[in-house]
């Protein structure tokens, strides 16, 4: 079931044209999937179809980072920014996110949908031209490269695919958004993000995965928590060896195997911020209550590149393969930017500095008049 917040639907909403009245909204959050459709189809005679230099899938900081180097260079790019592609407004997993602390430039912090936004804006000041609809389909086996949505057809010269990836997450009880719910109150995906909030200092948190990204997050949240739990549903873990040694060697880091978290609960002085879990062992069948103020998933993200139908490289688990220190793919032609490539930092700083990679390689290109390919 697709579930979105009050923030996204508004955003989805302002994309729309404000054709939908206000008095709608708070209904509208149960029936996303057929706005989206309503917004997105088109009967076959209004297809349209588009020439581009560059068409950029995505809509995140790598997205319009290109977007803007792009129009400054007059390419006039053509950007789609989806319709709750992945499940997620147009904007990716900023529009997620709470406060934005990490982000040069605003020293106070910033609203992820609010920072997201901002890059939208800039990009359309220097003429990009942004489609609200979620790109479907490709065809990169010849030039000009095709790309389709249910309204329109492009043929680009040049694709960047930056449509991102989501963290993965379990659903228990408290651990949505919205009412009753802790996400971003106390639970997160992202403990680089989010770990050194004052919310998570010097209290005890927890960690949920078996893998190296769960290890990793683990050791580095001792750095800021006074005690950090790893919740494993199996008895082993599948990470390397040498992380698991680096987590099992911390005084700081106690493993609770064989057990998962079913409930999550508010704090005792209803400030509405995550209190506790209640953890369940899965070979007793026992539930424990573990008082804590921070839980952080670590079971790895998916990124969103099923609609390449299998046309570009990807590795094993889904990521965009691209030619290392480039955003080259295995298609000349076509580039990748962002956290569709990137599995080790996922960050909104790092993923505009590969659409600026991007950007800069094709734009040099026109300059001098060589091959960008």
């Known amino acids: 079931m697709c579930w979105i917040s009050m923030s996204q639907l508004k955003l989805l909403l302002s994309r729309a044209g404000g054709f939908l009245l206000v008095?709608?909204?708070?209904?509208?959050?149960?029936?996303?999937?057929?706005?989206?459709?309503?917004?997105?189809?088109?009967?076959?005679?209004?297809?349209?179809?588009?020439?581009?230099?560059?068409?950029?899938?995505?809509?995140?900081?790598?997205?319009?980072?290109?977007?803007?180097?792009?129009?400054?260079?007059?390419?006039?790019?053509?950007?789609?920014?989806?319709?709750?592609?992945?499940?997620?407004?147009?904007?990716?997993?900023?529009?997620?996110?709470?406060?934005?602390?990490?982000?040069?430039?605003?020293?106070?912090?910033?609203?992820?949908?609010?920072?997201?936004?901002?890059?939208?804006?800039?990009?359309?000041?220097?003429?990009?031209?942004?489609?609200?609809?979620?790109?479907?389909?490709?065809?990169?086996?010849?030039?000009?490269?095709?790309?389709?949505?249910?309204?329109?057809?492009?043929?680009?010269?040049?694709?960047?695919?930056?449509?991102?990836?989501?963290?993965?997450?379990?659903?228990?009880?408290?651990?949505?958004?919205g009412a009753g719910g802790f996400w971003n109150r106390g639970i997160s995906a992202c403990a680089v993000c989010d770990g050194a909030a004052p919310i998570f200092r010097n209290k005890p948190l927890v960690v949920i995965g078996g893998g190296d990204s769960a290890m990793e997050e683990a050791n580095f949240l001792t750095k800021y928590g006074s005690k950090v739990y790893i919740i494993h549903r199996r008895d082993t873990f599948r990470a390397s060896k040498i992380m698991q040694q680096r987590a099992l060697s911390n005084s700081k880091i106690e493993v609770i195997w064989n057990s998962s978290v079913v409930e999550a609960y508010g704090d005792e002085n209803g400030k509405g911020v995550l209190g506790g879990l209640k953890v369940k062992n899965v070979v007793t069948g026992d539930v424990s209550d573990l008082k804590v103020s921070g839980l952080f998933f670590a079971i790895g993200h998916e990124p969103a590149t099923k609609f390449l139908d299998g046309q570009l490289e990807l590795d094993e688990d889904g990521y965009v393969v691209t030619k290392p220190g480039t955003t080259k793919t295995s298609v000349v032609g076509v580039f990748a930017a962002g956290d569709v490539q990137d599995k080790k930092y996922r960050q909104a700083i790092t993923a505009a500095g590969t659409g600026l990679f991007f950007a800069c390689l094709f734009i040099f290109s026109f300059m001098y008049n060589e091959s960008p390919f």
């Not at 999937?33 to 297809?47: D, F, G, K, V």
């Not at 479907?136 to 991102?164: E, H, Q, W």
């Open 23 to 177: 008095s709608v909204l708070s209904a509208s959050a149960l029936n996303a999937p057929s706005l989206a459709s309503s917004a997105s189809s088109s009967s076959p005679a209004a297809m349209e179809t588009h020439k581009t230099k560059v068409c950029i899938v995505g809509s995140g900081p790598a997205a319009h980072t290109a977007a803007i180097y792009a129009a400054r260079a007059e390419l006039k790019p053509l950007l789609f920014e989806g319709w709750m592609a992945n499940d997620i407004a147009p904007g990716g997993q900023l529009t997620t996110t709470t406060d934005v602390e990490n982000f040069p430039g605003f020293p106070e912090g910033i609203l992820g949908i609010d920072i997201v936004e901002k890059f939208r804006k800039q990009s359309e000041r220097f003429g990009t031209k942004i489609f609200t609809e979620t790109v479907n389909k490709v065809d990169f086996s010849s030039k000009p490269f095709k790309l389709f949505t249910d309204s329109r057809t492009v043929l680009a010269d040049a694709v960047i695919i930056s449509t991102g990836a989501v963290a993965k997450r379990l659903s228990f009880a408290g651990s949505g958004e």
